[in-house]
């Protein structure tokens, strides 16, 4: 069974920053892509970044602001917030494509979302 833990979310002022961490564990063969999501109160949940291969894709939103990581061998991926915006107040969810180990011999491509992480920027 796959696991996708998120933490590091809160209440910070505008202007502040907060830095998320994402921990994927179980039977994880390798990863796709790795990223953070967000969703406000009646909106839809949108992509806030991603990152694959080293590469990395960004909403217009938060260019210049937000940087994603990710640490392999750890199976960790990393939202770094700064100059956080009130606009920023969402719950953040981690989303990780990945291959994982189903039995010894067969292995699948899945995606796996974490349970989600408040972050509230006040003005």
């Known amino acids: 069974q796959v696991q996708l833990v998120e933490s590091g979310g809160g209440l910070v002022q505008a202007g502040g920053s907060l830095r998320l961490s994402c921990v994927a564990s179980?039977?994880?063969?390798?990863?796709?892509?790795m990223g953070w999501y967000r969703q406000a109160p009646g909106e839809q949940r949108e992509l806030v970044a991603s990152?694959?291969?080293?590469?990395?894709n960004y909403a217009d939103s938060v260019k210049g602001r937000f940087t994603i990581s990710m640490d392999n061998a750890k199976n960790t991926v990393y939202l770094q917030m700064n100059s956080l915006k009130p606009e920023d107040t969402a719950v953040y969810y981690c989303?990780?494509?990945?291959?994982?180990?189903?039995?010894?011999?067969?292995?699948?491509?899945?995606?796996?979302w974490g349970q989600g992480t408040q972050v509230t920027v006040s003005s």
């Open positions: 989303n990780a494509d990945l291959v994982v180990r189903v039995v010894v011999t067969h292995r699948i491509t899945a995606n796996y």
């Open positions: 179980g039977s994880i063969v390798s990863i796709n892509v």
């Open positions: 990152i694959s291969g080293g590469s990395t």
